[in-house]
Every structure is written in structure tokens, then in C-alpha cells.
């Protein structure tokens, strides 16, 4: 295995780094708090490793015992040969922190902690925790858990867990490995691999990752050229740079991470907090930038198995739509329903492939895809290759889904034996659904599509929202060659803060984005100056660093007709805010052009401290609160990506030519998304941008930004 030795997060900067081959492929164990019962921790992990014929040097430490099992024990850890690559630690809570300091005396290379009671418990805990992570980081010995259940390797037959595993090899395909923060969810991915005789090389439980995390056994599982996937839960991501990072290197390697990372909902954060004690993050940002580096991200377990299971097979999907083949009209019509319900587009066929699938077809039947065969399939069994053969030339397929009634044993065997050849050689994911939810099918049917490694589903339904997930994974992987540069750096910018509206509005204007014309004011002559240069009716807007909300103390007027009428709303402006603001001091006042109608949407930009810059497009004024209608884009997004985004969003008609109002300007939307990605990545000083509104005008006549906030730090 390559380049096995991984350092931890940047933030804990450690003394010495981790070797997380003696952590995960070790050749001396130890176990402390050994036992003879197999239902016990201590027994369950060693009758694990005598099910498994551990060849390695095995450590037993019990204080009550001499032997078990026939294998001679010590009494503590000082009394253990140094350097063991791996020590379990079986003992209370309150013991850990003297035994991982034996370990240390002792030169161990790892330790696993199972017990319970550390940052998931609370703020105690979690400074024990520390403590313990803060030992191990001192002395570079690598610690999974504490709060885990272990892992198993069954690359080399070392099951360090407690709970029962299957001896099990690993074959000659492709493997998938899993590492997750819990447990019965690693467990669970396990069984969901192995019930479809798919390979599993490691399962890593890893709890509270307290030194040890999972992106850095990420990164160490994607350097074995026999994992093709590797499949992870998580409910918190402890270095997001660091993953990101593994991302673009799993990528680089054709090697699929597929995660599910729950805590969408309010209370999915909290349970992530009382489970492993994870500070939970901004859910959202999370999704964008991993996302944006190509990371299969799915919504459920169901979905966590089956996508895991196309990719462990398909593990380069290309980009396209999807190709479906039927012998149901039900099912066909079923398919239109949930492709649209669940974002899997269906290819429109090319002239060539709809000729050739033409002539596989009595004349009556009709030709679309998804193509229903019929039954056709009775008196040629034969089309059930060819025509899964055609939708893979399609240029604009990318994915072609195989949904079947079963029909008797024998024409089970006739479906695969045309199917499975086909199959066998494509570059694109096919998958096979024969429906009947649990109805037995021929044992040499299964075997046979077992034995293929075709991706199998009794349910079209889950095999559909796979295949959406699947196809967004390529197309994510496609748009990674499809990104924005980054943009100039500004000349200045005003110390730590909130800017003010017109220094803002410089920043918009050096970007290249329209604002109205206008000019800041001094005086209520300066302001008269401006007005009739910029022609009337004006806006008047109160400047002050301090003046977040300009509104509320009356900072804002608006259709000032005149000079006389400007004259006098500079002085009301002035004693509304004395009388709302005691002693807070202006700039001057901001006049600019009364902007005409348009469609007002918003583009902002925020810098996580985690995850790193992302842009928001959505409906402006007070509709992205009321619709929550808005979208989180990468921040080197590009062009014509954006266009797509923008055309997501649900009011996305009110963009196009709607009740008497032409189409509007998405490009200029774009231009701003765009721009202001680009400052986000080359102004690592400011932390957020808000325009909004952005006025969009009809197709070519661009887009105003009639209000900018700026946040440096």
C-alpha cells in the first residue's frame, strides 16, 4: 500500500505523525482486559481473532488470569514487549487515561478505545477527551475511537472489533471499504455489501474520532489500488480542508467516496452532538463544497448501499441521462413519474439508436425510451441483450436502467443469459430490476447476476433515486474540469468590519457589475450637485459603518422629485437618525438614480471558517425569506454552470417571458455569481456579501445592484 503514513489535522499539529499501517494492518496486538467468554468485550474480540487465525504476535492482559484459551497472559501493560503495534484498551472509563500513558512508556504504535463516556457525554468528557487526544498527538501514537466499536480487516484477517464478524475473503473484484463514526451503521453497510456478494476490505468504526478522523483513513484506504469505493457516514467532518483535499485525491485516482452526513434538520444536529459529541456545522456549506469536489452525497442508508453498490462496479460513470428498457407499459409510465420526482433525466434518443431499436420490434410497437418491448421478449429472448446493447451507443445515455417483469424460472435464465454478456463490457453503469419486491427468483438466475456483478434491485423505485445520484456524481466529476479562475486582488480594503453601502458599491463597480449612478454626499448642497447630474427622481441612503439596517431609523427615502424636496428630506434624514442614533456620526448620504423596474433577486457570498467560500442566488427583497427559494453555489462555479444553477431555483418560470414581462437577463445573474465567486477566493478577508436586491432587467439589458453589504474581517 502506498504512502501509508498520514499526519493529523493541521490544527492539532502533532509532534510525530501517525502510522496508520501499524494502526490498521498490525503484526502484535494486545489486548487489556482479555476474557475466556466469547459475550464479553475482551472475549468477543478474542474469539474474533481465533475465528480469523490471527498470525501475528497476540498479547493477552488480564489481571485475574495466567491463561486463556491457552495463550499466556500479563498482569499490566508495563509488563508488555515494546513497540506492539496495536493495543485494545477493555478497561472502565476512568482507567483509559493511565493506560494510554502505559501505552506511551511502552512505545505502542495505536491504541483502540471503545469505552463510552467522553465528549458525547458533555463538556467533562470532552476535556477528558482532549486530554487523551493531546497525549496520543505528543507522543505520535494513533487512537481510533474513543466511543468506537474497532475495525475489521479482512484484507488480512484482523477483526478488532467486539461484535460477531463473518470470516469472510475478499475475492478478486473490486472491494468497497467503509468507514463510519458509528458503529452499527458500519455494520450495517457491511451487511448491505456482503448480501450482495460484493467485497468488503475494511469496515472502521471510528466514534469520536479523537485523534484518528475519518478523512484521514479516507485517505489511507484510497492509496489501495484494490478498493474501488469507499463508503462513509458521518456526522461531523473534523478537518473539512483535509477532506476536501482527500476528495481531489480520490477523484484524481477514480476512486468514488459515497457519504451520507445527516443533520439537515435542527434536531438531526443535535442527535449528531449526543451520539459522538460532533459540533455540527452548517449542514448546507458542507453539501456545496464536497459536492463541488466530486463526493456521491446521499440522503439515506438505502441510498448509502445501493449508490455504494453501482460505484463499486461503475466506479467512472460518464456524464448523460439515462437509457431505460422495459417489458411493462406500467412500468414505463411509473418511470416518466419518479425520474422527474427524483432529478434523473431521460435521454432523448438519437436518430440512429431509435432506428436500430426500431428494427429489434413488430412495427406496432411505439419507439421512445423508456422503450417497452413488450412481449417480445417471448419469442425472442434475444432483445433483452440487444436492446440494453443500442441504449448503450447512445451518445446522450449515460446510464441505462433494465426494469423487468421476471416471468417464469427459465425465462429468468433467458433475460440474464442475454443480458449479462453486455453488461460484462460496458463502460456504462447498467442496472437490473426485476420487480416483486421479495418473490423468490431462480437460485441460477441469482447466481448468475450475482456472480456478474451487474447491480441488482427487486424495487425500480430505489434503483431510480441510486441512478440519480449516481448520474450527479458524474456530472460533478465532468464539472471539475469546468471551473472560474480567480479574480484580481483589490487594491484596499477598510480595516475589520462592517463596509459601508458606497464603499461597497466601489468594490461591485471595480468587479465590472452595474450600479446606479450616483455619488456620496457631504452636504446637502454636494447632494444637490449629484442629484441634478444624475438626473431626478433620486434615492437618498444615510453612510455610517455602524448603520447596518438603514431603514429602521428612517436612513433611506426614496422618489425625492426635486431639489427642494431633496433639500428637505436631508434634513429630516439627519434628525431622524439624532433622534435614533444619539452621537453616531455619518459619511454623508449616498444619492443615486432611482433604478426602473425589474425582477429582484439576491447574490451573496459567504466564507465558512471550515469549508471555505460558497455563493448565493436566489429571489430578492423579502421572497427569499418567505420562499426560502435560493441556491448554494461553489465559489469557482462557472458561466454557463451558474446559468444551469440559476435555472433550478423553483420560481425559475418568473425568469422566462411570464404574464405580459419579457424573459430576463440569467446571464447577467450569472456575470454577478460569477464575479463575486471570484472575489471570495482571491479576498480570503471578506467573510460575506450581500446584494440585495439585484435588480434583473429583460434578456440583454443586464442587471443593477441597487444595495451592497460587505463584511470584512
Known amino acids: 500500500m502506498a504512502d501509508t503514513m498520514t499526519t493529523a489535522p493541521k490544527t492539532l499539529d502533532p509532534a510525530k505523525p501517525f502510522d496508520l499501517d501499524r494502526l490498521l494492518r498490525p503484526r502484535s496486538i494486545a489486548i487489556v482486559g482479555a476474557s475466556p467468554d466469547p459475550a464479553s468485550i475482551g472475549g468477543g474480540v478474542l474469539a474474533n481473532l481465533e475465528l480469523f487465525k490471527y498470525l501475528g504476535d497476540l498479547h493477552l492482559v488480564s489481571r485475574s488470569r495466567d491463561e486463556i484459551n491457552g495463550r499466556a497472559c500479563v498482569k499490566t501493560i508495563t509488563d508488555l514487549p515494546k513497540g506492539v503495534d496495536v493495543v485494545i484498551l477493555i478497561v472502565p472509563q476512568v482507567a483509559i487515561k493511565e493506560s494510554v500513558l502505559a501505552c506511551v512508556e511502552r512505545d505502542v504504535a495505536g491504541v483502540i478505545v471503545y469505552s463510552s463516556g467522553f465528549a458525547e457525554a458533555g463538556e467533562e468528557g470532552r476535556r477528558q477527551q482532549d486530554e487523551l487526544a493531546e497525549i496520543c498527538r505528543k507522543a505520535g501514537m494513533a487512537m481510533l475511537g474513543p466511543n468506537c466499536m474497532g475495525y475489521t480487516n479482512y484484507v488480512d484477517g484482523i477483526p478488532l472489533t467486539f461484535e460477531p464478524v463473518d470470516l469472510r475473503g475478499v475475492g478478486e473484484r473490486s472491494r468497497v471499504a467503509i468507514v463510519a463514526q458509528s458503529g452499527a451503521t458500519a455494520a450495517n453497510i457491511r451487511f448491505a455489501m456482503h448480501s450482495r456478494e460484493i467485497a468488503v476490505s475494511y469496515v472502521i468504526a471510528t466514534g469520536n474520532e479523537a485523534v484518528i478522523a475519518a478523512e484521514d483513513l479516507v485517505g489511507w484506504l484510497i492509496e489501495d489500488k484494490d478498493n474501488a469505493v469507499v463508503a462513509v457516514y458521518v456526522e461531523q467532518v473534523k478537518n473539512p480542508q483535509k477532506f476536501l483535499a482527500v476528495a481531489r485525491r480520490a477523484r484524481e485516482l477514480g476512486k468514488p467516496i459515497v457519504m451520507l452526513h445527516p443533520g439537515s434538520s435542527e434536531r438531526g444536529k443535535q442527535a449528531a452532538q449526543s451520539h459522538t459529541g460532533a459540533l455540527a456545522g452548517d449542514h448546507a456549506l458542507m453539501q456545496t463544497a464536497v459536492r463541488n469536489e466530486a463526493v456521491a452525497l446521499v440522503e439515506t442508508t438505502d441510498e448509502l448501499f445501493d449508490v455504494t453498490a453501482i460505484l463499486a462496479r461503475y466506479p467512472s460513470p460518464p456524464p448523460g441521462e439515462a437509457g431505460i428498457v422495459t417489458n411493462s407499459g406500467a412500468i414505463r409510465g411509473l418511470c416518466f413519474d ?376
Not at 431521460?346 to 428494427?359: G, K, N, P, Q, Y
Not at 484596499?492 to 453601502?501: A, C, I, K, Y
Open 338 to 713: 419518479f425520474c422527474e420526482r427524483v432529478g434523473l433525466p431521460i435521454a432523448t434518443l438519437s436518430d440512429e439508436v431509435h432506428a436500430e431499436l426500431a428494427t429489434q420490434v413488430p412495427p406496432y410497437v411505439h419507439v421512445d425510451n423508456p422503450f417497452d418491448i413488450g412481449t417480445t421478449g417471448f419469442s425472442n429472448p434475444g432483445i433483452f441483450g440487444t436492446s440494453t446493447a443500442s441504449m448503450l451507443k447512445d451518445p446522450n445515455v449515460g446510464i441505462v436502467f433494465l426494469s423487468h417483469a421476471g416471468g417464469s424460472p427459465p425465462m429468468q435464465i433467458k433475460k440474464s443469459d442475454a443480458i449479462i454478456p453486455v453488461a460484462a463490457t460496458a463502460t456504462k453503469p447498467v442496472i437490473l430490476n426485476i420487480v416483486g419486491d421479495d418473490y423468490p427468483l431462480d437460485p441460477t438466475f441469482m447466481k448468475a447476476v450475482r456472480d456478474s456483478g451487474i447491480p441488482f434491485f427487486r424495487s425500480p423505485e430505489r434503483a431510480m433515486r441510486a441512478m440519480a445520484v449516481v448520474m450527479n456524481y458524474a456530472a460533478a466529476l465532468a464539472a471539475t474540469k469546468d471551473r472560474a479562475p480567480e479574480g484580481g486582488r483589490i487594491a484596499t480594503l477598510p480595516p475589520s468590519g462592517l463596509m459601508v453601502e458606497y464603499e461597497g458599491k466601489r468594490i461591485l463597480t471595480d468587479l465590472g457589475i452595474h450600479i446606479p449612478k450616483g455619488a456620496l454626499a457631504k452636504s446637502a448642497d454636494e447632494a444637490a450637485t449629484i442629484a441634478a447630474d444624475v438626473g431626478y427622481p433620486v434615492v437618498m441612503k444615510a453612510q455610517a459603518a455602524e448603520l447596518a439596517h438603514k431603514s429602521d431609523v428612517g436612513g433611506v427615502i426614496v422618489n425625492i422629485a426635486d431639489e427642494p424636496a431633496l433639500r428637505a428630506a436631508h434634513e429630516k434624514m439627519y434628525a431622524s437618525i439624532a433622534r435614533h442614533k444619539p452621537g453616531l456620526k455619518l459619511d454623508g448620504v449616498l444619492i443615486e438614480g432611482m433604478a426602473r423596474q425589474g425582477l429582484e433577486m439576491v447574490v451573496g457570498a459567504k466564507r465558512d471558517p471550515q469549508w471555505g467560500p460558497v455563493v448565493l442566488v436566489g429571489l430578492g427583497g423579502v421572497w427569499i425569506e418567505a420562499l426560502a427559494d435560493a441556491r448554494l453555489l461553489p465559489a469557482d462555479i462557472s458561466r454557463e454552470r451558474a446559468i444551469a444553477e440559476i435555472r433550478k431555483l423553483k420560481a425559475s418560470k418568473l425568469l422566462g417571458a411570464f404574464r405580459g414581462q419579457p424573459a430576463r437577463d440569467v446571464e447577467a445573474i450569472a456575470d454577478v455569481v460569477v464575479k463575486l465567486g471570484a472575489l471570495m477566493r482571491s479576498e480570503p478577508q471578506i467573510v460575506e456579501v450581500d446584494i440585495n436586491p439585484l435588480v434583473v432587467y429583460g434578456e440583454g439589458d443586464g442587471a443593477l445592484a441597487l444595495d451592497a453589504l460587505f463584511v470584512v474581517q
